[in-house]
């Protein structure tokens, strides 16, 4: 949704004035009456609502749906709303994004006053940038793609809950079987569960983003699962590092030389990741600033 929001700010001068034209030059359908409004319908594929209401923003009409008409909303107050919409022409308003009480999916409505009442448009977010080009939709391909990440989330899941398993069961076989118990003990079930946490929390977020939709993939989001599953990584290489510095220096000193190729890696891995987050941090700061201007800007005008 987050996603879709920034499409339609970044293209919102555009689709504000289609919809205001193409209302306003078929102003033979401009009145008060439901019947007449439905011919919108046939017009305006993304419109999902539309309801009149009287002077004092009352609701006199039902709730009329392409295929059907409610009665439950008459003589509801709409004030609240006519606060969140902004002038885009002579007696045209339009409200920023926001999630449909009626509907329960995100919308933009459309206020423009008739004779003595005024006509709510609701448009379907997500239908009208599909109706623009601006994303692409198709029911199928989407479940398809639903189901694949799911399988390949579970997938995830069970080989992090195998690492992790390994790790006690690796453990309980050093701690309480005949070998010695030795440093190198502790460190494979620690590099373990280090993994596992880190697939188990990638998994998490796949399935998070791209099945369930509790969170929004966008770029500050990326950097932070970059972050996160790259630190799980250098902790699992730090500590398999430490553990060849200590197993070649009680045995064969002679290899300590390929223990520092593994911590000049490890150490690489930690400079590219904080050239990334500061380059991250920074571009999130240029764009807040320069969204920022344009507020700023839109509220000077």
């Known amino acids: 949704m987050q996603e879709n929001i920034q499409i339609y700010q970044a ?5 504000c004035h289609f919809l205001t034209e193409t209302i306003i030059n078929n102003g033979q359908f401009l009145h008060a009456q439901t019947d007449t409004l439905k011919n919108f319908y046939k017009i305006l594929p ?29 003589g509801r107050d709409r004030k609240y709303l006519v606060h969140k919409v902004r002038k885009v022409d002579s007696g045209v308003y339009l ?17 423009m ?5 005024f006509l709510f448009f609701d448009f379907n977010l997500l239908n009208l940038l599909t109706r623009f080009g601006l994303i692409e939709r198709n029911g199928y391909f989407t479940s398809v793609t639903k ?7 579970a997938s995830l899941m069970f080989f992090a809950v195998l690492s992790i398993g390994y790790a ?22 620690i590099i373990a569960l280090t993994m596992g946490l880190a697939i188990f929390d990638l ?22 699962l970059l972050s996160k599953f790259l630190t799980a990584i250098i902790i699992a290489l730090s500590i398999e590092a430490l553990m060849v510095v200590f197993k070649i220096a009680l045995n064969d000193t002679s290899g300590l030389l390929n223990a520092l190729y593994l911590i000049i890696g490890v150490a690489l891995i930690i400079v590219s990741l904080a050239i990334y987050n500061y380059s991250d941090a920074k571009s999130t700061h240029a764009k807040a600033k320069k969204i920022e201007a344009e507020t700023a800007a839109e509220v000077k005008e």
């Open 95 to 111: 409200s920023d994004p926001y999630i449909s009480a009626a509907t329960g999916e995100s919308c933009i409505t459309l206020m």
């Open 168 to 189: 006690f069961y690796d453990y309980l076989i050093h701690l309480f079987g005949e070998s010695e118990f030795s440093i190198q003990g502790v460190f494979k079930p």
């Open 46 to 74: 993304s419109l999902e609502l539309i309801y009149i209401t009287d002077e004092s923003y009352k609701q006199v009409s039902a709730n009329i749906f392409r295929y059907r008409a409610l009665d439950s909303a008459l």
């Open 203 to 224: 998994a998490r977020t796949l399935m998070e983003r791209e099945v369930f939709f509790k969170a929004y993939a966008d770029k500050k989001d990326d950097a932070r």
């Open 11 to 15: 293209n919102r001068f555009d689709i």
């Open 147 to 153: 189901s694949f990440y799911f399988a390949m989330g």
């Open 113 to 117: 006053k008739v004779e003595e009442h």
